[in-house]
């Protein structure tokens, strides 16, 4: 089935709709991955493109135009670009192995850029990253990828994405327009380990880790398991790790937009 004939909440630009330069090689399977990686252009980006979506398309070209003949790769390193008119386009695509993560980082997540750049457009705006989120959801309802959202500079020694859209990365990847609903009063005690901690204020935090997609038994014990979820928890969202859910970490059990 094509691409074009499933059914998904997704603008997208298919290769021959931007002129594509063909492969020179087969690509690699990539059968599933962690989520993706975000990045961005790292050049100028001219700001025109934000009102003129024939600038888009031509920057897509420029870019497949210099992996391929500046880097040598067989495509586009991308597996789908999101510019600022919501729209997605078709890189490397499903299950194809992309190039512009790192050295053996290409198999832990699909490549998605965003078209901004250190000069120039520098900001993303909201078009850019509703069509960030479009591309995550479709390459995890259709091309078997997880739930992580990582910036290009997880596990690679680079600026990208950028510090803009980065910033954007470490909230959460929330879309734009949402509002995240409001955490209940904090219980006024810290949940630490050890020893473990009993009480109905640690059953509604492992419920509500449970919500948002962590493996953690509900049974009103915050023992080990739940500091481990909780340090987990507490890297994503880039504060102090240190197992003790305070009020920083309680409510951002609620209000931070799911990863």
Request: charged share 20%.
């Amino acid at each position: 089935m094509r691409p074009s004939e499933l059914t998904v909440a997704i603008d997208l630009v298919l290769r021959r709709d931007w002129n594509a330069r063909a492969p020179r090689g087969d690509y690699t399977q990539l059968d599933s991955t962690k989520g993706v990686k975000v990045h961005y252009t790292g050049g100028q980006v001219d700001p025109g493109i934000v009102s003129d979506h024939s600038g888009c398309v031509a920057l897509v070209r420029s870019i497949q135009a210099y992996h391929m003949d500046g880097n040598g790769w067989i495509d586009i390193g991308y597996s789908y670009v999101a510019c600022p008119h919501k729209k997605v386009f078709e890189g490397r695509g499903l299950h194809r192995l992309p190039a512009a993560n790192g050295p053996g980082l290409n198999t832990g997540h699909y490549a998605v850029l965003g078209l901004v750049g250190n000069s120039g457009l520098v900001r993303p705006p909201e078009g850019v990253l509703h069509a960030i989120l479009d591309a995550v959801q479709y390459v995890r309802d259709e091309g078997n990828a997880g739930k992580e959202i990582k910036g290009h500079r997880d596990g690679y020694s680079t600026d990208c994405p950028g510090e803009p859209l980065y910033a954007w990365v470490r909230r959460g990847a929330p879309r734009p327009g949402t509002t995240p609903p409001a955490a209940p009063p904090f219980p006024g005690r810290l949940l630490r380990y050890p020893p473990v901690m009993h009480g109905d204020d640690v059953r509604t935090w492992q419920a509500q880790m449970n919500k948002r997609g962590w493996t953690l038994t509900a049974d009103g014990a915050y023992g080990a398991q739940s500091r481990d979820v909780c340090r987990r928890f507490q890297r994503q969202q880039g504060v102090a790790d240190d197992g003790v859910v305070g009020p920083v970490t309680w409510r951002l059990a609620w209000e931070a937009p799911a990863a």
